[in-house]
């Protein structure tokens, strides 16, 4: 297979695993829209839904498949004929379709979900990717809970799918279990392995069960995954998804890695508010990058560090990931650099004792309210000149 071999594929489950958060259902047309912003985003991979489980899930990937051009459109299966038969018939209209399908890889999933062996889960996955591969090219499979799976038999799986024609490996670590040392060694172990692993991209899917999600995709990353699967706020079942803007900024940030994606990083604030909206699901106002206190700094020491350099306390700008500027939030542990700062924005440019002065005061007035806006900074300046008069 022929790629880039430092490019990392951005696989989007917002609409499929994100979409499945209690409350959070999107109507067709509201899908669509999020896609478009998606394919501006640059994702290479959109996970539109999984057709067997409604009508509408069915609908909505039809009509993703006309509306989106770029980026691949791929639908979710079990490893069963009826499921694979209504994706190929919701994927008719795809430029570039994609099957995902796979089946339990741990003993735990394979005993207490399946009632069923491994050497029968085995058969099971090679026969639903023979079958997925008749009618499309592109076919995913996904080793489910192979975070707790043994290795070597996820490494027998994965050697017998891709035999098979699977052109993507996903190894999900579905309940969020690994730490990310372990789940690096997991791929790793893939890598040294797997006799056919250079005949498919090997996929991360993390969930965030103990907030590490995004540590154990980046690990899986350093050791030779190449797509990363994810979802915009890192919305998702349970505690979440890895978050596509954390693993993509991670990548931007740390360049001696040597991998890079086709993210425009500056649609990242647009879109997160976009799909915020649209599922009714606010974001965190402490959630890395888009977060509304991502770029707000309230200390009076970070404050000061900040306006001598932003690098002191900034490793990415507002600007690369579309936000709309860093803020220095008044607060009462503000210090008098601060203040000066947004003084000066309006007009008010002090000597060293009246800054002394009107700082005392700012203290008073901050004591009593939770933040300082321009208005107070305002009022607070009209009571200190009729004062002085």
Do not use: W
Not at 256 to 284: A, C, D, W
């Amino acid at each position: 297979m022929l790629h880039d071999p430092n490019k990392v594929y951005v696989f989007d489950t917002t609409l499929r695993d994100g979409e499945q958060v209690p409350g959070c259902q999107l109507t067709t047309p509201e899908k669509i829209e999020i896609a478009k912003e998606l394919e501006a985003l640059g994702v290479d991979i959109i996970e539109a839904g999984f057709p067997i489980s409604s009508p509408g899930d069915f609908q909505s990937v039809v009509e993703l498949s006309k509306a989106v051009s770029q980026p691949i459109i791929c639908a979710l299966t079990r490893a069963n004929k009826g499921d694979i038969d209504s994706a190929v018939a919701a994927l008719q209209y795809a430029k570039r379709p994609r099957i995902h399908t796979g089946i339990g890889s741990s003993d735990m999933h394979i005993k207490h979900k399946f009632n069923s062996t491994r050497e029968e889960i085995l058969l099971r996955a090679v026969d639903a990717v023979k079958y997925a591969k008749q009618f499309v090219e592109d076919i995913e499979f996904y080793a489910e809970d192979a975070g707790r799976a043994d290795v070597n038999f996820l490494a027998q799986m994965v050697e017998a799918v891709i035999a098979a024609g699977a052109t993507v490996v996903n190894i999900p670590d579905t309940n969020g279990y690994c730490l990310p040392d372990q789940y690096g060694q997991k791929i790793k172990f893939l890598k040294d392995n797997v006799q056919n692993i250079d005949q498919a991209i090997i996929s991360v899917h993390c969930h965030n069960d103990l907030g590490l999600a995004t540590a154990n995709s980046i690990a899986g990353l350093q050791n030779g995954a190449r797509q990363i699967e994810g979802t915009i706020n890192g919305i998702g079942e349970r505690a979440g998804n890895t978050s596509i803007e954390e693993v993509v900024m991670i990548l931007k940030t740390h360049q001696n890695l040597g991998l890079h994606t086709n993210i425009n990083t500056k649609n990242f604030y647009e879109i997160s508010r976009m799909v915020s909206s649209q599922m009714r699901m606010p974001v965190q106002p402490n959630k890395a990058i888009v977060g509304s206190n991502a770029f707000a700094h309230s200390s009076g020491i970070h404050q000061d560090g900040f306006l001598k350099n932003r690098e002191n306390y900034e490793i990415i700008r507002p600007e690369d990931v579309g936000f709309p500027d860093a803020t220095i939030v008044l607060t009462a542990r503000s210090g008098r650099h601060a203040l000066k700062f947004h003084l000066e924005r309006l007009g008010h440019n002090l000597s060293k004792d009246e800054l002394a002065s009107a700082y005392h005061h700012f203290l008073t007035i901050a004591d009593r309210k939770l933040n300082i806006n321009d208005e107070d900074l305002t009022l607070m300046m009209r009571e200190l000149s009729s004062v002085e008069r």
